[in-house]
C-alpha cells in the first residue's frame, strides 16, 4: 500500500507576455484521492500541471506537499519528495528494453546519485541493482512484466502509456500527476488504462489526471475541477459537474460533451 500524499495549491497565479494562463488557482487533494482537472482548450491544464510538477515557477500563490512548501524547488527536487510525472505525449526511449525505460524513472530518487554514478562507486551498483528491481516491480504493477526485455518501441500504443506510467512509478511517487494519458487511445486501450489508473487508486496513491476528455475521467475521479480561462469555474464529484451550468456553458462548441 503506498501512502498518497495531500496537495494543497493556494492561489496561484501565472502569465505569459502580461495574459494569464493561470490566475489564483485553489486546489485541494486528499491522500489517496484521484482528482481530475478537466477544461476547454487554453483553460490552463497543463500550465496548472507544470506549476505543480515544477516545470514552471509561480508568479504569485504557494504548492504544499503534506503541508511542505515545494513551489521554488526545481522539478528533480520535487520527484524526490515523491511526486511522479507522466507528461503529455511523453516519449519512449527507442533502442532500449521496457525495462531500461523504466529504469530511468527512478535515477532522480536513488541515494547515491550523479557523481557515484560516473565514478562507478560501490554506492553507484548497489543502486542500480535497487533501481533495476523497483523497475521489474513497476512493470508488474502495470501489467508489462511480461515485456521487460522487449524494445520500447514494439509495444503497442496503449502498452507504450502503460510503460510511462511504469517509468513515473519507479520513483516511488506518493503523488501521480497524469497529463492527458488517454490521448490517441483507441476505446478498448482507453478501458485497458483507465483500469489501471484505477488500480494504482486502490493502492492509496494521490493522483491528478488532467484530461480534456471529460467522459474518461467521470467514471475515474472522486472529484472533478474545472478550468476555464485559467480560472476554477467549479469543483465537485462527477454528479455536481455535469449538473453545473457553467460547466456546460463552457464546453458549448468544443464538441466535448459533458
Ligand atoms: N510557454 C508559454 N508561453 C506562452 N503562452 C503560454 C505558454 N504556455 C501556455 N500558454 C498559454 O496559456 C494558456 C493556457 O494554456 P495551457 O496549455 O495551460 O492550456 P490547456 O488547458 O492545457 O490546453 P490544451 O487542452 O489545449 O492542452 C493558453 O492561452 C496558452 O496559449
Known amino acids: 500500500m503506498s501512502t498518497g500524499a495531500a496537495l494543497a495549491v ?5 502569465a505569459f507576455g502580461g495574459v494569464y494562463a493561470v490566475r489564483d488557482v485553489e486546489l485541494r487533494v486528499a491522500p489517496g484521492e484521484l482528482r481530475a482537472v478537466i477544461g476547454p482548450n487554453g483553460a490552463g491544464k497543463s500550465t496548472l500541471f507544470a506549476l505543480i510538477g515544477g516545470q514552471l515557477a509561480p508568479q504569485a500563490g504557494g504548492v504544499r506537499l503534506d503541508g511542505a512548501r515545494i513551489d521554488r524547488l526545481p522539478a528533480h527536487r520535487r520527484a524526490r519528495l515523491g511526486i511522479g510525472v507522466v507528461f503529455q505525449a511523453a516519449r519512449i526511449f527507442p533502442g532500449m528494453t521496457a525495462l531500461e525505460n523504466v ?5 532522480p530518487t536513488t541515494r547515491a546519485g550523479f557523481a557515484a554514478a560516473a565514478l562507478r562507486l560501490p554506492a553507484h551498483r548497489r543502486d542500480e541493482r535497487e533501481i533495476s528491481d523497483r523497475a521489474t516491480e ?9 515485456w521487460a526485455h522487449r524494445a520500447a518501441e514494439e509495444l503497442p500504443l496503449g502498452q507504450q502509456r502503460a510503460l510511462q506510467l511504469a517509468r513515473a512509478l519507479c520513483g516511488r511517487p506518493r503523488l501521480l500527476l497524469l497529463d492527458e494519458p488517454a490521448s490517441g487511445l483507441r476505446t478498448a486501450e482507453r478501458e485497458r ?10 493502492t492509496g496513491l494521490t ?20 478550468l476555464d480561462l485559467g480560472r476554477v ?25 459533458a
Open 207 to 226: 493522483i491528478l489526471l488532467v484530461e480534456h476528455d471529460v467522459a474518461f475521467v467521470m467514471r475515474l475521479a472522486d472529484r472533478v475541477t474545472v
Open 193 to 202: 488504462l483507465a483500469t489501471l489508473i484505477e488500480d494504482l487508486r486502490a
Open 138 to 146: 513497476s512493470l508488474y504493477r502495470t501489467g508489462l512484466g511480461d
Open 10 to 14: 493556494s492561489g496561484v497565479s501565472r
Open 103 to 107: 529504469m530511468v524513472g527512478a535515477h
Open 233 to 257: 469555474i467549479a469543483d465537485g464529484t462527477a454528479a455536481e459537474i455535469r449538473a453545473d451550468p457553467r460547466v456546460v456553458t463552457a464546453y458549448l462548441g468544443t464538441g466535448v460533451a
